[in-house]
């Protein structure tokens, strides 16, 4: 782990706002990351912390109205924030490429899963529909979907839900991307699909080298399968840190708290669970001070007047956080 | 200690659908022989994949769907003998909590009347609704002041505590809670679970939890049922069914659980390279997938044994 290779893609400083009824509101505050070949880096946070748009806005696939204030994204030598539309367009899915939460309304339903597999090939490869066919069937082979030949003339209500999650990853590795996006993959299959469609995953990580950016909400996912982890609450990077000693030294309360509220196999059944009270902020309203020290325990009075930096807590690890200021600042 | 519920080896099938000409598919057996009772004041967790029946028995349960075959005796009154005013008023002893709190209530209708809405269905004169939803409120851990608002204006987990108390109002004796957390952020799972858990103790009240997630169910029931393709293969309080499990569809969910401590590798338990084709008709339901099925396994299916006090398996390779 001391000898790193370039990174793969690397955010500086991103900020994002969404602009509504003419009034912006920050929505991804001063967000740093990198992302190494190979790596699974998962991305954690409660819905509305910005985990998503902080891994989206890489690619630039922002909602209507928002756009990036500053910062930018490095990635195979171009800073990504700057490309036109067309330029991007040839990055995402390319290189770049996305899996989403829901197979069932990210498929289209009219189309067959061959066209739908053949699309990405035509588009990035100037292949024709019956030149891209075979590699279509090698895909879905790929992705552990017998019959591949037949199966590519059906159509997604033919497939249950893990079966369209396969073709959705074989649609996302179909030019050969050295990075993917993958948000909350499986959070809609059960449980043991999803630890078969993470199996595949890794497989397949390990096949072609490629770089995983994992959005999840499932610490448990996070342990099995995350090298890197950056945890996000209202829109900043609280904590990153490699996986490991993320588990084992959470240098952020925030972190604390979110891993001391999850149920574990070693609690007493009925003892009060730990959680954290009250609700993160909305993008509306910004206090002074750290945006968690309302609700934070471990809070002092510095935490109310000045929200803090990112501090350096040891090697690719930082937490935005004034009880991690003995480290040195960034 | 008394039962509140007995399920008694009930059966329900449904025609699968047809063509458009046809006049109807083969059947499909969505609950297979189940047979459970629930003690007062204790929590049945109920897990297992989609489709494997847990939703269609708790519809049993509520008497919104009638076995073919088998009782369900809720509190001490047989379901299927009831007229429908009678069910009515049985019904108002069980209610229901869904997983998401954003379709489950009506946009249009303040959070005061949502609470009030079981009561006034069930055809109750309420002397003084404020109040009553006031004091309901209270009990979930919400302020008065969300009486004369929206849904739209709350949380995920505050609308979830809504619904609670909706389900509350009827003072039900047992609630069914269908995902009860799985839409939910983990901070606020805990808040819901604690908050389940407080209502146990306070009002006396037992849970069907039904969830695929084994930790929330390990550490919020008293007893697990393990569904699969529409039967309990195994039944047993929760401690019990953790720390020995048997069945190996059990054990294959377990397995299939990624363990928040990255030092517990956790290894899918199945057989791979199976036809997708499903068991035999004689089989065992688990038998296509199962990694220590043998030919005893193809020809009959195992009955439903109990192989220590109160711990139940459907497997004919237990005592192997």
């Known amino acids: 782990m001391t000898e790193k290779p370039a990174p793969l893609l690397e955010v500086r400083d991103l900020s994002v706002s969404v602009s509504r009824d003419g009034a912006p509101t920050r929505i991804l505050r001063g967000v740093n990351y990198r992302i190494y070949p190979g790596e699974t880096l998962a991305i954690v946070g409660e819905s509305g912390s910005g985990k998503t748009l902080g891994a989206l806005s890489v690619v630039r696939l922002l909602p209507p109205g928002a756009k990036i204030d500053s910062g930018g994204v490095l990635y195979g030598g171009k800073d990504l924030a700057s490309l036109s539309e067309e330029e991007l367009r040839e990055v995402r899915g390319a290189g770049i490429s996305m899996v989403f939460q829901e197979p069932m309304t990210s498929l289209n339903p009219v189309l067959t899963i061959g066209l739908q597999l053949a699309e990405p090939l035509m588009e990035h490869k100037g292949l024709s529909y019956a030149q891209a066919l075979p590699a279509c069937a090698g895909l879905l082979e790929k992705v552990g979907i017998t019959d591949a030949k037949n199966r590519l003339a059906q159509y997604p209500h033919n497939f249950s839900g893990g079966m369209r999650q396969r073709v959705m990853i074989a649609m996302a590795l179909a030019c050969g991307p050295d990075l993917v996006i993958a948000d909350e993959p499986t959070t809609a299959l059960d449980v043991t699909v999803q630890a078969q469609i993470l199996d595949l995953v890794d497989a397949l990580k390990k096949e072609s080298g490629m770089a995983l950016a994992l959005i999840t909400h499932n610490l448990g996912i996070v342990a099995q399968r995350a090298d890197y982890v950056l945890v996000f609450y209202a829109g900043r990077v609280f904590e990153r840190a490699p996986a490991a000693e993320f588990f084992k030294s959470p240098a952020n309360p925030y972190s604390r708290a979110l891993l001391n509220s999850l149920p574990r196999w070693s609690d007493k059944p009925g003892e009060p669970l730990k959680t954290i009270e009250g609700l993160p902020p909305s993008f509306d309203e910004d206090p002074p001070g750290c945006p968690f020290a309302p609700r934070c325990p471990e809070v002092f009075e510095k935490c109310r007047g000045q929200e803090p930096p990112e501090f350096r807590t040891g090697e690719r690890r930082a937490s935005k956080c004034w009880r991690s200021e003995a480290g040195f600042e960034l | ?320």
Do not use: W
């Not at chain 2, 303040?110 to 003084?128: H, N, Q, T």
């Not at chain 2, 047992?174 to 103790?201: C, G, R, T």
């Not at chain 2, 199976?274 to 396994?297: H, L, T």
């Open chain 2, 1 to 320: 200690m008394p039962a509140i519920l007995n399920v008694d080896n009930v059966t329900k099938r449904y025609r699968k659908a047809g063509g458009l000409f046809s006049s109807g598919g083969e059947l499909f057996t969505a609950v297979d022989g189940v047979s459970l009772s629930l003690e007062m004041n204790t929590t049945l967790g109920i897990v297992g994949e989609s489709g494997s029946g847990k939703t269609t028995l708790a519809k049993l349960i509520l008497g919104i769907e009638k076995p073919d075959s088998g009782r369900v005796v809720l509190d001490g009154k047989e379901l299927s003998s009831l007229s429908s005013a009678g069910l009515r008023k049985a019904r108002r002893g069980a209610q229901m909590v869904f997983q998401d709190p954003y379709s489950s209530l009506d946009p249009r209708m303040k959070v005061g009347d949502l609470v009030l809405e079981p009561l006034r269905a069930a055809g109750e004169k309420i002397a003084d609704g404020e109040k009553t939803a006031a004091a309901l409120l209270e009990k979930v851990g919400l302020k008065a002041d969300a009486l004369r608002r929206y849904p739209h204006e709350f949380s995920g987990g505050q609308r979830q505590r809504v619904a609670i108390a909706r389900a509350l109002a009827t003072g039900p004796r047992l609630i069914l809670a269908d995902e009860p957390i799985s839409s939910l952020d983990i901070s606020i799972q805990a808040q819901i679970m604690n908050l389940l858990n407080e209502l146990k103790k306070e009002l006396g009240i037992s849970y069907i939890f039904i969830s695929h997630d084994l930790a929330a169910v390990r550490y919020l029931c008293d007893f697990v049922a393990v569904m699969y393709r529409g039967c309990v293969v195994e039944y047993a309080s929760a401690a019990e069914l953790f720390r020995d499990t048997r069945h190996p569809y059990t054990r294959l969910l377990l397995s299939a659980v990624p363990d928040p401590d990255p030092a517990r590798k956790t290894v899918l338990e199945e057989r791979r390279g199976g036809s997708g084709a499903g068991p035999g008709p004689q089989a065992c339901v688990f038998s296509d997938r199962c990694p220590r099925a043998e030919q005893a396994c193809l020809g009959g299916r195992p009955g439903y044994e109990e192989i220590t006090p109160g711990h139940f398996v459907r497997c004919c390779r237990t005592h192997t």
